[in-house]
């Protein structure tokens, strides 16, 4: 997402096309579900679960997608309004939350990441799991860095995730990708610059930015926030091919969520993780 699409002529956050219909292919709503985001889901809920103070209190889930994360918070408690860019995230979300009437979503809505309608510290926590991987310009993911600082309560927590810089070149190898001369051109600029592109018709994923773990870091201070904790969310075990039949075995499931453990801050592994996560205190 760049400044220059940020807006449609209603004033509604507008996405550029590739990504718009990227997600309007629709598997974003059981993405979590398959594959290495098995482990992306679970650490990411045990590393919500680590820093967050018990409920109640109030979460701002931006970029939140159909909502798994922002359902799963107002299950335990939690006071939780979602904003999303993409109109079909937010009806699927909508959709979801009407299947737990006794703990629902505070609110669902169409928004802007680096433009929020939530008033000044009017909440506990900010999460930031998708917007960094959309805004490829560092000016748009500073706003939105920002805005979640303005939201915040002091003392609230942000927590902002990004795909890692190495990402593609991991998934190439192990996937057996690096073959397509198309694909390794993508992976070449990526590890230059971060800037992920995808001129194919095939699934290279879409318009984006891979963060090395010192860029996130910076822009994360840059942006007036304290540094609590910066993890690799996945660990080592997210490209095995068989990952989905190890995560069936509850022996070896653990294993793979134990290897992400015992590397989460081992700075010379941050980036084997396809995600990264920063956890930031507004002081």
């Given at each position: 997402m760049t400044s220059d699409a940020s807006r449609s002529a209603g004033g509604l956050p507008s996405l550029p096309r590739e990504v718009s219909e990227y997600y309007a292919r629709g598997r974003e709503s059981g993405r979590l579900a398959a594959g290495h985001a098995l482990i992306e889901r679970a650490r990411t809920e045990e590393l919500l679960t680590r820093h967050l103070p018990g409920p109640p209190g109030t979460v701002l889930d931006v970029g939140g997608g159909s909502g798994p994360y922002a359902l799963w918070l107002a299950r335990q408690g939690y006071e939780v309004h979602l904003v999303d860019p993409v109109p079909q995230h937010v009806e699927q979300a909508r959709a979801a939350s009407e299947h737990q009437p006794e703990r629902p979503l505070a609110s669902a809505r169409i928004g802007d990441a680096r433009r929020l309608a939530e008033g000044d510290e009017s909440t506990s926590a900010v999460l930031l799991l998708g917007p960094l991987y959309h805004l490829t310009e560092r000016a748009d993911r500073l706003a939105a860095?920002?805005?979640a600082r303005r939201v915040l309560r002091p003392g609230g927590l942000c927590f902002a995730a990004a795909v890692s810089r190495f990402a593609s070149l991991l998934s190439g190898l192990f996937d057996d990708l690096l073959g397509d001369p198309e694909f390794g051109r993508i992976v070449e600029?990526?590890?230059r610059d971060g800037q992920h592109r995808n001129p194919t018709p095939r699934d290279y994923f879409t318009t984006a930015f891979f963060h090395h773990?010192?860029?996130l870091v910076a822009e994360v201070r840059e942006a007036?926030?304290?540094?609590v904790d910066l993890v690799g969310i996945e660990g080592p075990g997210w490209p095995l091919p068989d990952v989905e039949k190890r995560w069936a075995d509850p022996v070896q499931r653990d294993q793979l969520l134990w290897a992400a453990r015992v590397v989460e801050r081992e700075p010379s592994l941050l980036g084997f993780s396809a995600h990264l996560l920063a956890v930031a205190r507004r002081a």
């Open positions: 860095l920002r805005e600029r990526d590890l773990p010192d860029e007036g926030f304290a540094l």
